[in-house]
């Protein structure tokens, strides 16, 4: 064992000459003293629902689907919602349903930038939204080559018809057809709804019918409306 260490080449390639191989090591650390030190992220641990941060307290875990909850009980299911509304999250996912709190307090206006959050990504790369059911269901589209469906349901006044108007804005984004046409397809939506709404107890604004919208999508990806 000892003859085949000796007559190793990691040792028999060895340079004769000490001072040129102590010159290489100085001029290595000399480059390495130069190199900038990469950012490390700090390691994260996580154990029966906690995450523990370096020196820092365990912080329970709210998780954004709620089907990953280790004991869906009723709860930890309010508990995880009620964290999600006080840390300004409204929507929650339940495996591939989307959950939505306090819609009619959303905004319907975000910006380009917001969009392209939601434009080919997977679920788990943004926060639960409207827009990543839409973003979804249009990929879907164009991989299955099969028609998608969206069912917008809930109580009188919780939001449907603020997310069905959201859905369809990101479609438009999604299409990227005329501008124009996205207009007036937003503009007859509204014309229809006010011939359809009507005042409630609950709701002033309520929607009393049941409203489908279809999309079709030509070969060139444009926005076609019926």
Not at 12 to 30: A, C, F, K, P, V
Request: charged share 30%.
């Amino acid at each position: 064992m000892m003859v085949e260490m000796v007559e190793h080449p990691f040792l028999t390639e060895l340079i004769e000459n000490e001072d040129e191989m102590r010159s290489d090591i100085s001029e290595m650390l000399e480059l390495s003293r130069d190199v900038k030190t990469l950012y490390k992220e700090p390691e994260l641990f996580v154990d029966r629902g906690y995450v523990k941060r370096f020196d820092e307290k365990p912080e329970r875990m709210y998780p954004e689907d709620l089907a990953a909850l280790e004991n869906p009980v009723d709860e930890s299911i309010i508990e995880s919602l009620r964290h999600r509304i006080i840390m300004g999250g409204s929507y929650s996912f339940i495996g591939d349903i989307l959950l939505s709190l306090n819609s009619n307090e959303i905004k319907e206006e975000f910006p380009p930038e917001f969009h392209a959050k939601y434009r080919f990504k997977s679920r788990s790369e943004n926060q639960p939204h409207i827009f990543s059911v839409a973003d979804i269901a249009y990929q879907d589209m164009l991989h299955h080559k099969e028609p998608q469906h969206i069912v917008l349901s809930g109580e009188s006044y919780s939001g449907k018809s603020t997310n069905a108007r959201l859905l369809i804005k990101h479609l438009c984004y999604l299409g990227d057809g005329n501008r124009g046409a996205t207009g007036r397809v937003e503009s007859s939506i509204k014309a229809i709804l006010m011939m359809v709404n009507a005042g409630t107890p609950v709701n002033n604004d309520s929607t009393r019918c049941v409203l489908q919208y279809c999309l079709t999508l030509r070969k060139n990806w444009q926005d076609e409306w019926s």
